[in-house]
């Protein structure tokens, strides 16, 4: 079983920046592509970005492109979203996601994501 826990939401001012960590257990972190999603008040939860096993390939919702950056340390077992120039819009509970990598992976898909956090609050004020 991995669990992993989120940290560094919180309430920041439109323009600003905040950046998400999530700490995952287990031995084989690299072979796991790791996302993040969000969900605000009475919307779906919606793809954020992803990243693969091996860092070397990231994915963005258009939404947040140019503003945020997926990374992760395999040393660590942690994936980072730094996240800059925020909007209101960006206000949601963010969740980070943990899947198993296979060949043709779709990874801006919930459902190939086994292993979530339990969320962080971003608020983002104007």
């Known amino acids: 079983q991995v669990q992993m826990v989120e940290s560094g939401g919180g309430l920041v001012q439109a323009g600003g920046s905040l950046r998400l960590s999530c700490a995952a257990s287990g031995r084989t972190f690299s072979s796991y592509a790791m996302g993040w999603f969000r969900q605000a008040p009475g919307k779906e939860r919606e793809f954020v970005a992803a990243?693969?096993?091996?860092?070397?390939?990231?994915y963005y919702a258009d939404s947040v492109k140019g503003r945020f950056t997926i990374s992760r340390d395999n040393a660590k077992n942690t994936v980072y979203l730094q996240m800059n120039s925020l909007k209101p819009e960006d206000t949601a509970v963010y969740y980070c996601a943990g899947g198993l990598e296979y060949y043709g992976m779709n990874y801006i898909e919930a459902p190939v994501y086994d292993y979530w956090g339990q969320g962080t609050q971003v608020t983002v004020s104007s």
């Open positions: 990243i693969r096993g091996s860092g070397r390939n990231t």
